[in-house]
C-alpha cells in the first residue's frame, strides 16, 4: 500500500520511521516533511488546506491510506474530504474533531457521559466569567474554547492572575478562540499523556507518556508544545491503564458513537492522576509531539496495519506491543521558544549523535541549504533515545545531545526527572 504522511514535524519523522517498517508498505510519501524524514519517505510539496488537491494527488499515487499528524487538518474536515472520495484517512472527521477543537464541547461530552474530569463552567461573557472566578477563588484554570496553539490555558494561582485571564481572553487576546471561555476547578496529581488507538467501535491501549510543558528546568517558565518526553510513565501500571480504558475510553467512543460522530484514530487523553484517580485534563485527536517520539520508538507492532485498521473500522485483534524498554527525547529548541526565535543557525553533528547506541534524532523545524543544516522553526529536533532504564535513556539521549554542535539551540537538562527520582528510590534498599 502507497501512504501519504501529512506534517513536518518531529511526530511525523516518528511517524515514517515507524510506518516504513511495515510489511504491507510499498511507498510512503510525506507532505511538505523535513530534512529527517527524506531518508525513508519522498517529500511532495502540496497545500493541505485544499482538499481537493489532497485528493487529487492521492488517486494520481494511488494513495490507499493518508496519516494526519497535526490536529488543523482534522478540524477542517480532511477525513471526510478523502472519505467521501474513497480514500482512508486516519484521523477524525471534523465532527470527533471537536474533542480538541472545541473544550466546550468536551466538557458537555463528559458530563453527559459520565466521563471523570475537572468541574466547570462556559462562559460567552466577561462579567458573568468574572463572578464565576470571585465565587470559586484560586487556583483556577481559565481556558480559550478553541484552538490556541496551546497558549489558550491559564493556570492561576490566585485570583488576580485568574481575572486577568479572563479579561484579556474576552478582549480578544487569543483571537476568535477566546470568544468563549471554559473555567475549571484545578486539578492537583500527577500528569500523563495516554494513547487509545480506536476503529470507531473498538479501542485498545497504545502506551503512555509524561511530557515536559514548561520551558525551564524544574517546570518553570511558560508553557510549550513540549521540551522532552519519556514513555512509558511509571504511574500507568496494568491496572491504571485498564481503568482509563474503562472509567474514560471505552465511554468516550462509546458515547461519539451514540452522538453519530464516530471517533476513528488516536485518542490522546491528557489526564490527572490524583488521590481519586484519573480524571481527563482534555482530548487532543492526534499524537503528541514530543510523545509520538517515545512513544513509536517503543512499537513492536506493525504501525501501518494498525492505522489502517482503524480508518477502515476493522481494528487488528490483540492488542498493540511495545518494547519493555524505556524511550526518552529531549528537544532542541532555538533560543527564545516558545517566543519569537532566530531562524537560519547552523546544526553540525548529528551523524555523531545519531550513532551512539540506542539513539535516534528526529528532525522538526529544521531545513537543508546544500549540506548544511539550519535551524528554521521554534522545536528543531527530538534527541531520542532507548535504554533499559529511563536513566540509561536519559544519559544516552543527552550524550546525543552534547554531540550536537549547535551554539543557537537550547534545550531543557532535566527530562526524566520525576522517573529517573523513582528509579532511584525503588533500587535504594530498604529499610
Ligand atoms: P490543556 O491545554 O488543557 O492541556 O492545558 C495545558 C496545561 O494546563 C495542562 O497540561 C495542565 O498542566 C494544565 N491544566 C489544564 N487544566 C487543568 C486543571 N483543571 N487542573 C490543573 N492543571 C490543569
Ligand atoms: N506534547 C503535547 C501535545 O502534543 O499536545
New binding site residues.
Given amino acids: 500500500m502507497n501512504v501519504l504522511i501529512i506534517g513536518s514535524g518531529g ?1 511525523e519523522h516518528a511517524l515514517a520511521i515507524a510506518l516504513a517498517k511495515s510489511r504491507s508498505l510499498t511507498r510512503l510519501f510525506i507532505t511538505p516533511g523535513n530534512p529527517g524524514t527524506a531518508t525513508v519517505a519522498e517529500a511532495i510539496v502540496l497545500d493541505v488546506a485544499d482538499h481537493s488537491a489532497v485528493v487529487s494527488l492521492c488517486q494520481l499515487l494511488s494513495i490507499g491510506l493518508v496519516v494526519v499528524g497535526p490536529e488543523a487538518p482534522l478540524v477542517a474536515g480532511i477525513a471526510d474530504d478523502l472519505s467521501a472520495a474513497g480514500i482512508a484517512c486516519f484521523g477524525p472527521g471534523r465532527a470527533a474533531a471537536q474533542l480538541e477543537g472545541s473544550k466546550g464541547f468536551t466538557k458537555d461530552f463528559c458530563r453527559d457521559f459520565g466521563i471523570p474530569t475537572a468541574a466547570y463552567g462556559r462562559f460567552d461573557r466577561m462579567d458573568a466569567a468574572l463572578s464565576f472566578v470571585r465565587a470559586k477563588g484560586a487556583p483556577i484554570v481559565v481556558k480559550a474554547d478553541g484552538l490556541a496553539a ?1 497558549k489558550g490555558v491559564v493556570v492561576a494561582t490566585t485570583l488576580a492572575e485568574a481575572e486577568a485571564a479572563v479579561r484579556s481572553m474576552f478582549d480578544g487576546g487569543f483571537g476568535a478562540a477566546g470568544a468563549e471561555v471554559v473555567i475549571e476547578e484545578f486539578l492537583e496529581g500527577e500528569e500523563v ?1 495516554f494513547f487509545a488507538l480506536s476503529d470507531g467501535e473498538r479501542a485498545v491501549a497504545f502506551s503512555s507518556a509524561q ?1 515536559h ?1 514548561r520551558v525551564g528546568d524544574g517546570d518553570t517558565g511558560p508553557n510549550t ?2 521540551m522532552g ?1 519519556y514513555s512509558p510513565a511509571a504511574i500507568m501500571t496494568q491496572d491504571m491503564s485498564a481503568r482509563v480504558m474503562r472509567e474514560i475510553i471505552a465511554p468516550t467512543i462509546a458515547g461519539m458513537r451514540k452522538r453519530g460522530m464516530p471517533f476513528r484514530g488516536v485518542l ?1 487523553a ?1 489526564l490527572m492522576i490524583g488521590a481519586d484517580g484519573p480524571k481527563l485534563i482534555e482530548y ?1 485527536v ?6 509520538a517520539e517515545v512513544v513509536l520508538t517503543r512499537l513492536e507492532s506493525d504501525l501501518l496495519d494498525l492505522l489502517f485498521g482503524c480508518a477502515r473500522g476493522c481494528l487488528p485483534e490483540g492488542t498493540p506491543q511495545f518494547s519493555n524498554e524505556a524511550a526518552l527525547t529531549v528537544v532542541l529548541a532555538a533560543r527564545g521558544y516558545p517566543g519569537a526565535v532566530i531562524k537560519g543557525s547552523e546544526i553540525r553533528g548529528i551523524e555523531v549523535a545519531a550513532r551512539l547506541p540506542g539513539v535516534t534524532v528526529h528532525y522538526a523545524g529544521a531545513r537543508r541549504d546544500g549540506v548544511r543544516l539550519l535551524a528554521d522553526g521554534g522545536r528543531v529536533l527530538a534527541v531520542t533515545a532507548t535504554g533499559k532504564s529511563v536513566a540509561q535513556a536519559q544519559s544516552r539521549a543527552y550524550a546525543a545531545v552534547d554531540a550536537i554542535d549547535w551554539p543557537g539551540g537550547v534545550c531543557r537538562r532535566d527530562i526524566g526527572w520525576r522517573a529517573v527520582a523513582r528509579e532511584r528510590a525503588h533500587s535504594l534498599p530498604r529499610v
Fill in positions: 511526530r496551546g499523556s511530557d510543558k508544545g513540549g518526553a490522546f491528557g487532543n492526534r499524537f503528541g509531539d514530543p510523545e
